[in-house]
């Protein structure tokens, strides 16, 4: 006896509606499109030219690294302030630089393979300075311009509760 025709029609039926979520299942795995999550990091970077320098030509044929280096070196004005980032904290947590006065801060991140930066607002929460992001462990100088005398939130942007407050006397 034969089975009633329905059953064979359901059966059939059946087999375009794999065939169609095998088809989905496969463009999904073979899928071009780059996945939202994947973090690549910063280039690392380079010591920029120095703007300050002359239009003619210097005697050598290429200014050595070293000297690009002493020279952006030479041209920042001001103080130094030591901030490190360690266990997810900045330390110290209140830092004084000059009013007025371009600075430099000395940033060491001692967290490793842990990305931080520095970024400074004014007491309306406007941002007056953000640095590149260093992953670490690793030490980069920030050159920070001229701020009025008044009291500023620093942050790290990756962790929010990383805070301090800097002092521009």
């Known amino acids: 006896?034969?089975?009633?025709?329905?059953?064979?029609?359901?059966?059939?039926?059946?087999?375009?509606?794999?065939?169609?979520?095998?088809?989905?299942?496969?463009?999904?795995?073979?899928s071009?499109?780059?996945?939202?999550?994947?973090?690549?990091?910063?280039?690392?970077?380079s010591a920029a030219p120095s703007a300050g320098g002359s239009a003619g030509p210097s005697g050598s044929a290429a200014a050595s690294p070293s000297a690009a280096?002493?020279?952006?070196?030479?041209?920042a004005t001001g103080s130094v302030v030591n901030l490190k980032a360690q266990?997810?904290?900045?330390?110290p947590k209140t830092l004084t630089a000059p009013a007025g006065a371009?600075?430099?801060?000395?940033?060491?991140?001692?967290?490793?393979?842990?990305?931080?930066?520095?970024q400074i607002k004014d007491g309306s929460g406007k941002e007056v300075f953000k640095g590149d992001l260093v992953t670490g462990v690793a030490q980069k100088t920030y050159d920070v311009p001229a701020l009025k005398?008044?009291?500023?939130?620093?942050?790290?942007?990756v962790h929010p509760t990383m805070t301090g407050t800097l002092e521009a006397k």
Request: proline content about 10%; hydrophobic content about 50%; charged content about 10%.
């Open 69 to 75: 280096s002493s020279a952006a070196a030479s041209a």
């Open 32 to 45: 071009t499109a780059s996945p939202g999550w994947t973090f690549v990091p910063p280039p690392p970077s």
């Open 1 to 30: 006896m034969r089975p009633p025709r329905t059953v064979r029609l359901v059966r059939f039926a059946a087999v375009p509606v794999l065939i169609v979520a095998l088809a989905s299942l496969a463009a999904a795995c073979v």
């Open 87 to 91: 266990n997810i904290a900045f330390d």
């Open 149 to 157: 005398a008044g009291s500023y939130t620093f942050s790290c942007t």
């Open 102 to 118: 371009a600075f430099q801060i000395a940033f060491d991140n001692q967290d490793n393979a842990t990305m931080h930066d520095v």
